[in-house]
C-alpha cells in the first residue's frame, strides 16, 4: 500500500467525519473508527463513492478488547499507521460546574475523553513507529486552556462543565509528554482545537461547520518533518495552555 494510512476514531459523524473526507481527498488510506460496526460502513461507502479509498474499523475506545483488535487488524492489513487523530470524545450527560458535578459524571468523561485517548494510543504506537515520520492529534478545545478559562474576558471563562473542560487539559499533558517521549523519531504529536462546530456535541445551530472545524486537524496531521510537535493549535495558530 503506497498511500499514507490514517485512523481517525469517532469518525462518522461531526468533525471526524469531515477529517476522513480530508484526508482522503489528500489521498490518504482512511480508516474509518467507529463503534457501531454499520455506521462506520456506511461511512466508507458514502466516501468510497467519492473516489476516497476507505476501510472501517471497529473501535470503543473505552473497550481494550476492541482497541486490541483494531489495532491486530491495522497490523495485519495495512502493516503500519501514519496518522492518527484522537478525535472520540464525550460531554458527559449531567457534566456542570466545579461545585455541583456528580462524580460519575467527572468519571464517565475522563473514561471515553482521556483513559479511551490514551489506550487507543498506546494500542497504536507500535504502528505509528513502523511509519517513516507519523502524526498524531489530539482533538482538543480552548476550555482547556488555563490561561483563556482564567480570563474573566474570554468566552472559555464563562463555560461550566468541568468533566469536559478539565479531560481536555488532560489530554493536553498527554500531547505535550507525549511530544516530548517522541523526540527524535520523526513522530510529531499536536493538540487541535476546532473551534465550536454544529456537530451533535457543539450545537447543530452553530454557524461554523464541523469541515470548518476539521481543517486544523487535518494541518496538523500533515505537518512537514520541520513541524511543531507538543503543541495545541486552532486555526490562526498556537494557543496558551
Ligand atoms: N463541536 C465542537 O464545537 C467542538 C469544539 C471543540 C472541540 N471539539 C472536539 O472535537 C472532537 C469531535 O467532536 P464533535 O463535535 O464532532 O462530536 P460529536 O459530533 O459528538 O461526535 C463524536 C464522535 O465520537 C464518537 N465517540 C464517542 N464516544 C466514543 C467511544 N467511547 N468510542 C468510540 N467513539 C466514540 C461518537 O460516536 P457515536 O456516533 O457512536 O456516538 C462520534 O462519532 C471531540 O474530541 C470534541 O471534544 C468539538
Known sequence: MNNKIALVTGATKGIGRQIVQQLGERGYTVLVGSRDLARGQATVKELVAEGIDAAVVQLEVTDERSIRAAAEEIERTSGRLDVLVNNAAIIAEGDTAAAEIGLDVLRRGYETNVVGLVATTQAMLPLLRKA??????????????????????????????????????????????????????????????????????????????????????????????????????????????
Open 132 to 241: 517513516d515520520g507519523a502524526r498524531i492529534v489530539n482533538l482538543s478545545t480552548e476550555l482547556s486552556s488555563l490561561t483563556l478559562v482564567g480570563d474573566p474576558a474570554e468566552r472559555a471563562s464563562t463555560v461550566r462543565m468541568l468533566g469536559y473542560n478539565s479531560s481536555k487539559v488532560a489530554v493536553n499533558m498527554v500531547t505535550v509528554m507525549l511530544a516530548n517521549e517522541l523526540r527524535g523519531t520523526g513522530i510529531l504529536v499536536n493538540a487541535a482545537d476546532p473551534g465550536k462546530c454544529a456537530t451533535e456535541m457543539g450545537g447543530l445551530d452553530t454557524p461554523r461547520t464541523p469541515a470548518q472545524g476539521a481543517a486544523v486537524a487535518v494541518r496538523l496531521a500533515t505537518l512537514p518533518a520541520d513541524g511543531p510537535t507538543g503543541e495545541l493549535h486552532n486555526e490562526a495558530g498556537r494557543l496558551p495552555w
